[in-house]
């Protein structure tokens, strides 16, 4: 989770949101608290002993404590969804900005679909996930605290019986997430190589049909799409088998209270309403452990788009202005190689340029010849300083490329290259 924490950074603009959201949360969990209350209320001095104005009251109390919630909760889901596209707006411009910074030999290890994907699936990813955390990671914690608290000043007795069942509920989770956290990781992933494929193969699905290359994309995005649908599938399998287990202990739990609250009620030791009470304090315990258990999973497929997004955020930039660098001025169009070498960065053959030297004077044209991999177009490309030289100097009018800013030199080159 350490990239969530770290990406976490830019929610900080927005943080009396969250605190906002946090107390809206909690006013929520206060008054959900105490309908059963009033419902024990209702049945024990009420309904019981018939008397209708206790039932009239603790329904009025009731109606108007469910109200409240529900205008805290809208409140807290205004403040949570803002909050939370304020902060994905923030990152979708931070990447972008970083993109636009790139060089070419940081192109060169991100294919546009990769990018693409960044944008899009994984902001949306993180942004759900500070959503859920803003409206339910708070709310659960405080509902089971509270309601743990009003079970055991319920009724002792039911509470120590019950709470075998919480410890089973809570090693079915413990065994649970972690596989979860695996096995939703793993989803996410196969479905961002899934969003690659498919924006790569649209992006280019000209140059696809022009070199008759139909039918590896379609064994290409095949065979991803299959691995997507079995980490999918078992994603189902193993929510098919949690759901059904958690809601089994859940009515065990609730068979064990009306029977032995039962057999308290008819000795006298406990009420009607108190059993009504603490069989909703029991549910407000046990569906918050299910709520979380599903949150924790997909922060795990959170994160995983987070660390994505954070490679991008925090790749060095290869070509950058020198802090003293000067403008350009206007180009005359003298160039010149000085001994220049150059090998793109990570590969490990010779390099594609080694020892280069030649001068082209203003108005001369210049033609390069040579089979395919020759280094035609990266000679091109270290004129406008789309890359660094490894060794020697690329000069233009007797002056280094890298002694001036980028976008002073970039802005008087027109560039065409054979992709365009």
């Known amino acids: 989770m350490g990239a969530l924490v770290k990406i976490g950074k830019f929610i900080k603009p927005y943080w009396k949101q969250v605190v906002l959201a ?13 309908i059963p209350q009033l419902t024990r209320r209702a049945i024990d001095k009420g309904i019981t ?3 209708m104005k206790v039932v009239w009251t603790s329904a009025l109390l009731m109606l108007g404590a469910s109200l409240l919630s529900a205008v805290f909760s ?15 707006a923030d990152v979708r411009e931070a990447v972008f900005n970083k993109i636009q910074s790139f060089s070419f030999g940081n192109l060169d290890h991100q294919t546009t679909g ?25 709310r659960a914690p405080l509902m089971m605290i509270g309601a743990l608290i009003l079970i055991f000043r319920s009724n002792v007795y039911l509470a120590n019986r019950v709470l075998i069942l919480m410890g089973i509920v809570v090693v079915v989770i413990v065994f649970a997430v972690p596989r979860m956290q695996k096995i939703f990781t793993l989803v996410q992933e196969k479905l961002d190589k899934l969003n690659t494929v498919m924006q790569e193969n649209l992006a280019g699905v000209r140059a696809v049909k022009s070199f008759v290359r139909q039918d590896y994309e379609i064994e290409r995005c095949g065979s991803v799409n299959q691995e997507y649908a079995v980490q999918n599938t078992k994603s189902a399998r193993l ?9 089994f202990i859940l009515n065990l739990g609730i068979v064990l209270v009306i029977y032995l609250g039962g057999i308290q009620v008819i000795n006298g030791d406990l009420s009607l309403g108190g059993v009504v009470a603490f069989i909703n304090y029991l549910m407000m315990v046990m569906f918050p452990m299910l709520m979380l258990a599903m949150i924790i999973g997909m922060l795990a ?44 960065r990570g590969s490990h053959g010779d390099p594609v340029l080694k020892n280069l030297n030649f001068s ?47 976008k002073s030199l970039q802005s008087q080159i027109g560039v065409a290259l054979q992709e365009t």
């Open 74 to 88: 809208i409140i807290n889901s205004i403040t949570s969804v803002r909050a939370s596209h304020r902060f994905s």
């Open 114 to 138: 990769e990018l693409i994907v960044n944008l899009t699936s994984d902001l949306d990813m993180i942004q759900t996930a500070f959503m859920m955390m803003m409206r339910m990671v708070t």
């Open 22 to 34: 946090v107390v809206m949360l909690a006013i929520v969990v206060a008054f959900d608290l105490l």
């Open 49 to 51: 002993v018939g008397d």
């Open 301 to 344: 497929s959170a994160s995983a788009s987070a660390k994505r997004i954070l490679k991008v955020l925090d790749t060095e930039v290869e070509v950058t202005d020198k802090t003293d660098a000067k403008e350009m001025p206007k180009i005359n169009g003298k160039v010149e190689f000085r001994n220049v070498s150059f090998a793109y």
């Open 239 to 247: 929510m098919g088998l949690l759901f059904p287990l958690m809601f």
């Open 360 to 406: 082209v004077e203003p108005g001369q044209t210049i033609a390069f010849l040579g089979t395919t991999g020759s280094g035609k177009t990266s000679l091109i490309n270290l004129i406008p300083r789309l890359y660094d030289v490894t060794e020697g100097q690329v000069l233009i009018d007797g002056i280094d490329v890298r002694d001036v800013t980028q």
